[in-house]
């Protein structure tokens, strides 16, 4: 199909890698947490806009670049840390009343979740990795093929989104009532932000 070998399991191999935990799933459950449906549909769309973003960075070469020099690419990726670890303080240490450290504004949550993602380089390399494995040389469609792999992507990223936005939802409503458990898992979240900022910085 286009070029894509094995159309079936590229879609359930993207499947799997949106499922894993990560910081982009944590920008859609915090974002939803503090701005409803439309925050975590605008973080959701970002997210989709810096994987975009990235894929065509990857299908033009950049991670080879990257790869020439390293420096390039350790001071992306410790911008990247340091973003996220950033982020996880400033909701470990907000208290109670204070501004939410996501915004409540939909612009501003598009924009925390393009950051979060376009922030990791290693997405860059992983694209680059990834896509030659479902592409049909003898078959394959030049621009097309990578177009229909970013559109599917894209679609895919969108839908998982807006799954995880309503369970989110659905599950916050429930918990306003309660705000030591919204603190405790703003909190855990903070957290969760850290350790991911450290593992990107130490990961080689």
């Given at each position: 199909m286009f070029g894509i070998a094995d159309y079936g399991a590229f879609v359930a191999a993207i499947i799997l890698f949106l499922a894993i935990p990560g910081p982009g799933n944590l920008a859609l459950i915090t974002s939803t947490s503090k701005g409803g449906l439309r925050g975590?549909?605008?973080?959701?769309?970002?997210?989709?806009?810096?994987?975009?973003?990235?894929?065509?960075?990857?299908?033009?070469?950049?991670a080879a670049l990257l790869a020439t020099y390293p420096a390039a690419f350790n001071a992306v990726q410790w911008l990247g840390a340091a973003y996220l670890a950033w982020l996880g303080w400033k909701m470990l240490t907000a208290k109670p009343g204070d501004k939410p450290v996501l915004n409540?504004?939909?612009?501003?949550?598009?924009?925390?979740?393009?950051?979060i993602t376009l922030l990791n380089p290693k997405a860059i390399v992983f694209y680059m990795a990834f896509f030659p494995l479902f592409v049909d040389p003898a078959r394959h469609q030049?621009?097309?093929?990578?177009?229909?792999?970013?559109?599917?992507?894209?679609?895919?990223?969108?839908?998982?989104?807006?799954?995880?936005?309503?369970?989110?939802?659905?599950?916050?409503?429930?918990?306003?009532?309660?705000?030591?458990?919204?603190?405790?898992?703003?909190?855990?979240?903070?957290?969760?932000?850290?350790g991911f900022g450290v593992k990107l910085a130490l990961t080689k």
């Open positions: 975590g549909m605008a973080a959701t769309l970002g997210v989709i806009a810096g994987d975009q973003v990235l894929m065509w960075m990857a299908v033009a070469g950049v409540i504004r939909p612009r501003q949550y598009f924009q925390q979740g393009l950051a030049g621009l097309l093929t990578f177009g229909v792999m970013a559109a599917t992507i894209a679609a895919l990223t969108l839908g998982y989104g807006l799954v995880v936005v309503l369970l989110t939802h659905f599950l916050a409503e429930r918990m306003r009532a309660n705000p030591v458990i919204a603190r405790t898992l703003e909190k855990l979240a903070g957290v969760f932000l850290i």
